[in-house]
């Protein structure tokens, strides 16, 4: 079965520091990758997805995450948070083994940015 | 693109009652899902539709769920008398699917929160 693990649950940081928010997963083949963002009340936000090809991809908002097959990790990074990314974050596993019908996420990770 | 819409936002409803949730994908997107999210946790896979079929139901999804798609756009989610334990966001996601049998991201709408009293 797959899994995600984001061990962090909650993260306090300076406006302007950087960020790195960790996820890892369990998935029997080669998994697609997601991050998605929330805000309180809200549904849920895409940043960013990895299927296939260069590892470190790219998203909105200036986000980016790196696929490490070798730790099975999925993190995310921002070189510098805004008081508007203050949110939550969830990463989600899916799959062409199982058709990526079936997203598992993560508890998720509450972003708390201090002025 | 309008984005994936659900109505209503917000239910508050007594125990017991029967509750209907309704989502709107976006147009062309001919999977739609449900899932459930409590306070505190990642969403929980419920359920699917691939145009009108639904083809996957989750353990979570007891006999007093029921989820249609009848002409394979919008969607509706029934909760017949409702517990307390009910009490949670229903999001609703929408996906293309291509022809080669692998379905691409999926998109949110902004959910609908029920509170169950």
């Known amino acids: 079965a797959q899994s995600v693990t984001q061990p962090d649950i909650h993260i306090t940081v300076s406006e302007g520091a950087s960020l790195e928010l960790r996820c890892n997963y369990s998935?029997?083949?080669?998994?697609?990758l997601f991050w998605y963002v929330q805000s309180p009340g809200q549904g849920l936000q895409l940043l960013l997805k990895?299927?296939?090809?260069?590892?470190l991809v790219q998203g909105i908002k200036g986000f980016e995450a790196e696929f490490k097959r070798s730790q099975s990790s999925f993190n995310l990074r921002k070189p510098s948070v805004h008081w508007s990314d203050a949110a939550e974050y969830f990463c989600?596993?899916?799959?062409?083994?199982?058709?990526?019908?079936?997203?598992?996420f993560g508890t998720g990770t509450r972003l708390t940015i201090i002025p | 693109d309008t984005g994936v819409s659900q109505n209503p936002r917000h239910k508050i409803t007594k125990r017991g009652q029967n509750v209907t949730f309704r989502c709107d994908p976006i147009?062309?997107?001919?999977?739609l899902y449900w899932y459930r999210q409590t306070l505190g946790q990642g969403p929980e896979f419920l359920t699917y539709?691939?145009?009108?079929?639904?083809?996957?139901k989750s353990r979570l999804l007891s006999d007093r769920f029921s989820a249609e798609r009848p002409k394979g756009s919008f969607s509706t989610l029934e909760i017949q008398r409702t517990e307390q334990g009910d009490s949670a966001m229903y999001l609703c996601?929408?996906?293309?699917?291509?022809?080669?049998?692998?379905?691409?991201?999926?998109?949110f709408g902004p959910g609908t929160r029920l509170t169950v009293l």
């Open positions: 539709f691939q145009n009108e079929a639904q083809l996957e």
């Open positions: 989600a596993v899916g799959g062409p083994n199982f058709g990526n019908e079936k997203l598992t």
């Open positions: 996601a929408s996906s293309p699917w291509g022809p080669s049998g692998l379905t691409d991201t999926q998109y």
């Open positions: 998935y029997g083949a080669t998994p697609y």
């Open positions: 147009s062309e997107h001919n999977r």
């Open positions: 990895y299927f296939s090809g260069d590892t």
